[in-house]
């Protein structure tokens, strides 16, 4: 058993279980709170139930998150020893303004805003909710700016008498030109994923006649109007119809606003990848020589030994239209890549797993195009007051889906396509580990951990799905979550 493998999947496993939680706190902590400075201003009640129905759902996901991120911290002094002990000095700054600032700050207003309904005025109550939005989404600042630095070191000096990393340059490590590349990514993934997961409930209870006002109709009335969801939704009886046509509404919005400016933020995010992580782009594309102009991969089949293509259909010019904006251009191969790294570096193979990085790219771009598709259909019903087909309502609750696969395949290519290093160009990942824990230790963590998070994302699911199919009366009932 090899120490670097196993602390290298401990450490994937434990991130893509806590990055299904963190999209979804961080985007619908601001529908939340945009919601309920609506019901401030207008002091329409629907509007609370909506704050109070999508604000326990997001209660859940939050308490989710913060158990599986507990853990995420405590690998880099445990598995990975060696790269806490060389940049511990740089990377831990950040984590602990995260820790002390943003994430005491969230946890704190967000106690208040559960305990505080009634208790405070609206316009306070309302600053509570905002405070845990901006919060949230300035502890992914935080632990973007320290990612950033595996990806872009800066702002540092190597000490040669103690051979470790030293800050020497706070603003530049705020200033790295990889954080403002990445974070607007990740806060826009976080509002698509809100945007989807909203969009697929309420699309799910209004396909369902579910709190529709059916239930208040004869028996065979409510036969009738289960089988026709459309007549449930124009059912001018139904007391929640409001509720789930602004939810509707709301949701739509977000996600077209999420999915669309996903998709602008990472062509960005691309073209600064080009210039600070070539190979990164290379093997995105399958890019095994460099071309001018360069050609984008549609589909290939590729040789990793031989480094070649089997099979390919690519586009001329158009990776150097998206890396330049003119169809000109030079996009580095992987073949030159590696001979320039091995003349910078040293000799070792500086070529990260290609089909991985490939694949995991166009599932990530698949699925943010597929996306901004059935946003844009949904807003474009909601602008013209017609209610979604029946067809759109059965299926887009399957698309909930759809921003957790772009967010997990995104780190995945964000994160193996810096292989070998773990940060970039200074230390390679093999360095980094522990050296001290054996490699049974590291199986046991990895087989307890995965089953550990396997029964809380079990647990997630089963809570999100029950409240979600709750009466939005009766949870803007409670005074107090009784589950809390």
Do not use: C
Not at 48 to 53: A, G, P
Not at 67 to 78: A, K, L, Y
Not at 185 to 201: E, K, P
Not at 336 to 341: G, T
């Amino acid at each position: 058993m090899d120490p670097l493998l196993l602390a290298r999947w401990q450490f994937a496993i434990t991130t893509v279980y806590h990055f299904f939680f963190v999209p979804l706190t961080l985007g619908l902590a601001v529908l939340t709170a945009v919601m309920e400075t609506i019901y401030m201003r207008t002091g329409d009640e629907t509007w609370k139930r909506m704050t109070k129905f999508w604000g326990k759902l997001f209660l859940i996901n939050f308490a989710m998150g913060v158990v599986t991120g507990i853990v995420q911290e405590f690998q880099f002094g445990m598995n990975w020893s060696e790269y806490s002990r060389f940049v511990g000095d740089i990377f831990g700054a950040p984590l602990a303004i995260e820790a002390l600032l943003a994430f005491f700050l969230e946890s704190t207003f967000l106690g208040i805003w559960i305990f505080g309904w009634d208790k405070l005025s609206k316009r306070l109550h309302a600053a509570t909710i905002w405070i845990v939005a901006i919060a949230s989404n300035l502890s992914a600042l935080w632990i973007l700016i320290a990612n950033s630095f595996m990806q872009e070191p800066v702002g540092y000096v190597v000490n040669k008498a103690t051979g470790r990393a030293e800050m020497v340059d706070f603003g530049a490590l705020v200033a790295n030109p990889h954080v403002w590349a990445q974070w607007p990514h990740v806060f826009f993934s976080g509002l698509t994923t809100a945007g989807f997961f909203m969009l697929g409930i309420t699309a799910y209870r209004l396909f369902r006649g579910q709190g529709s006002g059916v239930r208040d109709q004869g028996s065979g009335d409510r036969k009738q109007k289960s089988r026709n969801p459309q007549s449930a939704i124009r059912n001018p009886q139904s007391a929640t119809l409001p509720f789930f046509r602004k939810s509707f509404g709301v949701a739509a919005i977000a996600a077209v606003i999420g999915s669309v400016m996903v998709i602008l933020v990472g062509h960005s995010q691309a073209q600064h990848m080009i210039q600070a992580q070539p190979m990164k782009m290379a093997a995105a594309e399958a890019l095994w020589e460099s071309e001018s102009p360069a050609s984008m991969s549609l589909f290939t089949i590729g040789d990793m030994t031989n480094r070649r293509d089997v099979f390919a259909i690519r586009i001329p010019a158009l990776l150097s239209i998206l890396a330049y904006n003119r169809p000109s251009g030079e996009v580095k191969g992987i073949n030159q890549l590696q001979a320039e790294y091995e003349q910078k570096y040293g000799a070792d193979n500086y070529v990260p797993f290609v089909v991985m990085i490939y694949w995991a790219f166009r599932a990530m771009v698949g699925a943010g195009f597929l996306m901004a598709a059935l946003a844009i259909y949904a807003l474009y019903g909601v602008l013209r007051g017609k209610t979604a087909p029946k067809w759109y309502l059965r299926w887009v609750p399957l698309a909930i889906a759809l921003p957790y696969l772009a967010n997990s395949t995104g780190w995945i290519m964000t994160e193996m396509g810096r292989q070998p290093w773990i940060v970039f160009g200074l230390m390679k990942t093999e360095a980094g580990v522990s050296t001290s824990v054996p490699a049974g230790m590291v199986l046991a963590s990895v087989v307890i951990f995965t089953l550990l998070y396997g029964v809380l994302m079990v647990a997630d699911v089963y809570l999100l799905a029950k409240y979600a199919k709750a009466d939005p009366a009766e949870i803007a009932a409670d005074a107090t979550p009784s589950w809390a």
